[in-house]
């Protein structure tokens, strides 16, 4: 029976390079002189500050244009609330989201079920939701009703069988 997996996964070495990328642009750019801007990849999560909130906007602007570049889908990340920080500068935090949640699983789940398809199912594995059919044309179907609604997560379409 022909199956795929819906999968939400980042590519971390793009992640890593564009915020190097971003690290770099920041040094060489006038605007940023004497602004103390950074951009930090940690464990899970990018942390941004500078001097200003405008700035930091600035800053989240390099960033998102270095991780498109990259092909890194924005909706992987997470922007926490700016901080203030210590010397009147702020900060704030990008969450990097990978895998799909349960919530989101379940939201998929009803999402397929609510095409009308018949003979397709979907069940839930971990952090991947595999979805199949008796026909493989119902199942390009339901591919292309998932990349038409958004559901605030990057989706991939991996693991396609005959």
């Not at 564009?18 to 950074?38: H, L, M, W």
């Not at 999402?111 to 119902?138: E, P």
């Amino acid at each position: 029976m022909p199956t795929f997996d819906v999968v939400s996964e980042i590519d971390l070495q793009e992640v890593r390079n564009a915020v190097d990328q971003a690290r770099r642009e920041i040094k060489t750019r006038f605007d940023f002189k004497n602004t103390g801007s950074t951009v930090e990849l940690g464990d899970g999560a990018i942390a941004m500050a500078s001097a200003t909130p405008d700035r930091l906007a600035a800053l989240r602007q390099v960033l998102e244009e270095k991780l498109v570049r990259r092909k890194v889908s924005l909706k992987a990340l997470d922007y926490g609330r700016v901080e203030d920080a210590a010397s009147a500068t702020v900060r704030q935090t990008a969450r990097l989201q990978a895998g799909i949640s349960a919530e989101k699983a379940r939201d998929l789940n009803k999402f397929v079920k609510g095409l009308g398809l018949k003979g397709v199912q979907s069940a839930t594995q971990g952090d991947r939701l595999r979805i199949q059919s008796k026909k493989r044309d119902d199942l390009q179907a339901v591919i292309a009703a998932l990349k038409e609604r958004d559901f605030g997560i990057p989706l991939q379409y991996v693991n396609f069988r005959d």
